[in-house]
């Protein structure tokens, strides 16, 4: 039987902007009392409109927040040679305490070996080889955004984790791998669905936690959902109407789901802005560590 009362949707704006708010309040204290600046740069390779516009985005919310920002524009044929001495560029400024690589890149360009030429300690988007082990292993590292958002959305319902049986659906290395880690960490019991699973939604529906990363437009539904369970939606795809237009909508079919649902995050407006607000936090917390500061408290 499903629950008489809707779900409490979970308001990833406004929580954003709480964080934003607290990096703006540490970046003006690094200004005013030892003259840093904590700056991030981004690197776009091509003219992807949707990249163009998230690096646009990312450059008015470092402004905002007080935090310096650098864009690098590259073009689409550069070599990966060029690009990766780019990057080591970046490195050597110490200007510069976040080097962020907008991804996808071309497909001449070996990924892995981009964000492995990033300092880990200035990779604010926690996906160096050395943040991810640092992550599994328990120890301070740079964390992936838009898990560290998911968890900061989770603890809003659920201060303490512990014990709460969680599901991540979806295995991917920027999102669903950390997500499980970071679980972990907090004490929860993990389990990890991905295409090879069996019985996904029986799996589903067993969990206190449901965090959905699949990139399939409302493939969870009531019936994967527990009665009164906390479910986090990473997925955000546009989906086509009968008329001929499109909205963005996620992975969860949310007007179901929050029938089922205790907690529920909306698509817009849940992880999304939480995934910039983190990356701002982490440019801020490098620029700390970088100069031997204890982390801010974010």
Known sequence: MYRVAEAKVIDGKAIAAEVRGRVAGVAARLHNEINVTAGLATVLVGSDRASQVYVQAKG???????????????????????????????NADDSVDGVLVQLPLPGHIDTHRIIAAIDPEKDVDGFHPVNVGRLWCGLPGLVPCTPQGCLMLLRTVHPDLSGAEAVVLGRSNLVGKPMAALLLAANCTVTVVHSRSRDVAAICRRSDILVAAVGQPHMVTTDWVKPGATVIDVGIKPLALPDGSSRVVGDVDFALARTVAGAITPVPGGVGPMTIACLLRNTLVAACRRRGLPDPVL
């Open 60 to 90: 008015r919310a470092c402004a905002a927040a007080g935090l310096g920002s650098f864009e690098r524009r590259l073009p689409a044929d550069i070599s990966e040679a060029v690009l990766l001495a780019e990057i080591d560029k970046l």
